[in-house]
Structure formats: C-alpha cells, structure tokens
C-alpha cells in the first residue's frame, strides 16, 4: 500500500512565521505535489517536484517555497506565514511517465495563521 | 482554458437510496477520468479511472460513466450507505506534455442521513 504522510495533522502559527509542512512518501515515487483545498475553491496546485531537487511553480506559488533534498520527502515552506494562508494543505505522489498517473494523497494538514 | 464543473455542489440523501452525481470536462487533449472519494478531514482517495475508450466501470456500489463525445461523466452510489457521506471530486488528467497536468472539480458534497 502506499503511504503518504504528512507531519502534523493540525497546525497554528502567528503572523509573520515561518512553517515547515512536511510530507513524506514510501512508495518510490518520482513526483511529489502540495495542494491547498480551500472551501469552494477546490484543490489548488502550489508546487510539484518531478526529481530530487527539481521544483516547478503549480497555479497558486507565491508565499511559498518546497524543498526536495531527498525522493522521499518533499517539503513546503511558508517563509512569512499570513492569515490567507489559513487552509487545508494535501501533499500527493505519483510515478513517472506516461500512464494513468494516479495520485496518492496525504491525509493533510490543517493550518490556521492567526 | 481546462475546466471541469461538478454538479450538483452538495447533496441530501436518506440512507439506502440511488444518486448520481455529475461532471463537465472542456479539458483537451484528454487522457483520464478519475472520481475521489475525500472524507472529511482526509485526503482524497481514488474510487475509479475511465480512459477515452471506456463508457462505464464499478467499484462495488459505485459505477462510473465516462462519455467522451459530449465530455461528460456521472458517478453512481448505489443502495448508499452513512459511510458514503463525503466529498467526491472529480478530476480529469490532459495527456499534453508533463505528468501532472491534472485540473480538479470543486466537488460534490453527498450527505446520507438515516
């Protein structure tokens, strides 16, 4: 079975913080993904990695950075947390090629900026 | 621009009754259909994938179509059950170049109620 795993489940930070989610697949996956899933919005692709230290901006990157020292960990990195990144942040991974590509997501991460 | 629409945004159900829930697709070139199943709290889990060539597929109580001409599929619960209540996002893979190319559904929100 593959497995994604996320950090923390829940997460409250201030204004102004920087925040680590971490996310970690055991799958040998080659790319890895971070969502924000907001109500109404739906899910919105911040960041993906198709490669160790490889990084592509998704829809929605700015406020954020990833980190892919490692295939198995892919992180995102909230450099000056602000209030309008309160959300529900999913990470996903999937193999490489061509195929049908499915997506295993994380159970996410739930953070709220005060 | 990609675009998938789900109807409707949110449904009442008793328990042990039939619904259908829908998507719209306008995505091109199309390569895959895949309906998730997200509890709350949780993160999305596939229920099925339909590619160009396939009009209908189960997984248990669930039955999905799939047709291609008029860029439209449905997703069936059959005899639904408390455990159905949750998300179901619909998500629709472009096969252009880059294996992420995924555009999302906002989703249908299913309530059984006994």
């Known amino acids: 079975d593959v497995k994604v795993t996320q950090s923390s489940r829940y997460l409250v930070k201030r204004t102004g913080e920087k925040v680590f989610l971490e996310c970690v697949q055991d799958?040998?996956?080659?790319?890895m993904f971070w969502y924000r899933q907001d109500p109404g919005l739906g899910l919105r692709l911040i960041y993906f990695?198709?490669?160790?230290?490889?990084?592509e901006k998704g829809d929605i990157p700015e406020g954020y950075s990833v980190s892919r020292e490692k295939k198995e960990r892919f992180s995102l990195i909230l450099e000056s947390a602000s209030t309008n990144q309160t959300s529900m942040y999913l990470c996903?991974?999937?193999?490489?090629?061509?195929?049908?590509?499915?997506?295993?997501f994380g159970p996410g991460t739930r953070l709220t900026v005060l | 621009k990609n675009q998938v629409e789900q109807s409707p945004q949110s449904l009442i159900i008793l328990e042990g009754k039939n619904c259908t829930l829908q998507?719209?697709?306008?995505?091109?070139?199309?390569?895959?259909l895949r309906w998730y199943k997200q509890d709350t709290g949780r993160g999305p889990v596939s229920l099925t994938i339909?590619?160009?060539?396939?009009n209908t597929k189960s997984n248990g109580r669930y039955t999905a179509t799939l047709d291609a001409d008029t860029k439209q599929s449905s997703l069936h619960i059959t005899a639904s059950q408390l455990s159905d209540s949750a998300s179901y996002i619909c998500?629709?893979?472009?096969?252009?170049?880059?294996?992420?190319?995924?555009?999302f559904g906002k989703g249908t929100k299913l309530s059984v109620i006994p």
């Open positions: 996903a991974s999937s193999l490489q090629g061509k195929g049908y590509n499915e997506q295993f």
């Open positions: 799958m040998d996956h080659e790319n």
């Open positions: 990695s198709y490669d160790v230290k490889m990084k």
């Open positions: 998507c719209n697709y306008t995505v091109s070139p199309f390569s895959n």
């Open positions: 339909m590619t160009f060539s396939e």
């Open positions: 998500v629709v893979k472009s096969s252009g170049a880059g294996s992420y190319q995924l555009t």
